[in-house]
């Protein structure tokens, strides 16, 4: 919407998400998440969070029947009574807090209830899976953005880190984390992925793997394609490094153009599935949920390409002979039970705020 200066309602081509196929997908939530590319870390990073943070509330105000803004787990709740579907915001890119725990705060106290720790560029204080490690995971403040996330009742996001700052916020953390959009690699031999024993250390943590649907992550012969491509020498290490054009981090259009060129296999429906269940093999199914990363990534599986063919999914889990409410825990009530894990963990008197 930012790109192309479009409303929810507005046919964009581009789109995998509209108010359209959000209403089609029959889902009940959704995080929209406020993201700030890798370019605008150290140029005004925060400022560009806050354009997102105003967007995403001012077009879920724009749809008063058919959408809801929520800031707890009790709101999904709620938008499922009314017929509603409920719209959240999580930040992508702890860049956006500009190495500021008030900034975490203020972003909690407008809304924001998760914060996936970087995006594919190593911050100052969080290794990043698409880039150079500097930190050895976690820094000594990256450990107490943890914490203080912990103590706000604000998801901690895992997707886009790497392995050694997973397993810092592992050991950092007093409240379940979340991958909100990853996949397995041993599936799919992309960084980006989990492999089997962070599985199992999230599902020991009590937190969920939600399964990203990008054909470079559930498809390794997309994924050995794409990397491939990928193997260069960044100029600097602030860079986004494995899932970005050389030297470029805003110009999506660029991004498409590249990537299609690549020729890549297509990745199908059952790739995403084949994702789902084995993660819930190795970590349990108590464990497991549907991340998308719609409108974030430039090629999804067959059958697979709006938020109206989310049912697909649900057909074929059925179909793969997953009890129905083994299902429903994978649709969204493990995140649900996780989301209000973190939201009885906080501590309101040290968070200085408190969840509209």
């Known amino acids: 919407m930012l790109r192309h200066n479009v409303h929810l309602d507005e046919h964009d081509p581009e789109a995998q998400v509209d108010l359209r196929t959000l209403v089609e997908s029959g889902i009940t939530a959704s995080f929209f998440a406020a993201y700030v590319p890798p370019y605008y870390a150290g140029r005004g990073a925060k400022d560009f969070c806050y354009r997102a943070i105003d967007l995403i509330r001012s077009e879920t105000a724009r749809y008063p029947n058919q959408l809801v803004f929520a800031t707890e787990s009790a709101g999904i709740r709620d938008a499922k009574q009314r017929g509603k579907v409920a719209i959240m915001i999580g930040i992508e890119g702890g860049h956006a807090i500009e190495d500021s725990l008030d900034n975490l705060r203020d972003f909690y106290r407008v809304g924001c209830r998760y914060m996936t720790l970087t995006h594919v560029n190593t911050n100052n204080w969080c290794d990043s899976s698409g880039d150079a490690g500097r930190h050895g995971g976690l820094t000594d403040f990256g450990r107490e953005v943890v914490r203080t996330m912990n103590d706000m009742g604000m998801i901690v996001d895992i997707s886009h880190v790497s392995d050694d700052a997973f397993y810092a916020a592992i050991e950092t953390t007093k ?156 649709l969204g009530q493990n995140f649900l039970r996780v989301f209000a894990d973190v939201e009885r ?12």
Request: glycine residues 6%.
């Open 345 to 356: 963990l906080r501590q309101p008197e040290r968070s200085e705020v408190r969840s509209s």
């Open 175 to 330: 409240a379940p984390l979340v991958a909100t959009h990853s996949s397995c690699r041993a599936l799919c031999r992309h960084p980006r992925n989990m492999t089997d024993d962070m599985l199992r250390a999230l599902a020991k943590n009590g937190g969920v793997c939600m399964i990203n649907f990008f054909s470079a992550f559930v498809n390794d012969e997309v994924a050995q394609v794409v990397m491939k491509a990928q193997k260069r020498v960044r100029a600097a290490p602030t860079e986004g490094g494995t899932e970005e054009l050389p030297n470029d981090t805003t110009d999506w259009d660029e991004y498409l153009k590249w990537f299609n060129a690549l020729g890549c296999p297509t990745a199908k429906l059952e790739d995403v599935v084949n994702h789902i269940l084995h993660a819930a093999e190795v970590a349990g199914i108590d464990h497991v949920g549907i991340g998308s990363d719609f409108d974030g990534v430039p090629a999804l599986p067959d059958d697979l390409q709006t938020a109206a063919a989310l049912p697909r999914i649900t057909e074929r889990l059925l179909d793969r002979g997953v009890a129905p409410t083994d299902v429903e825990k994978i």
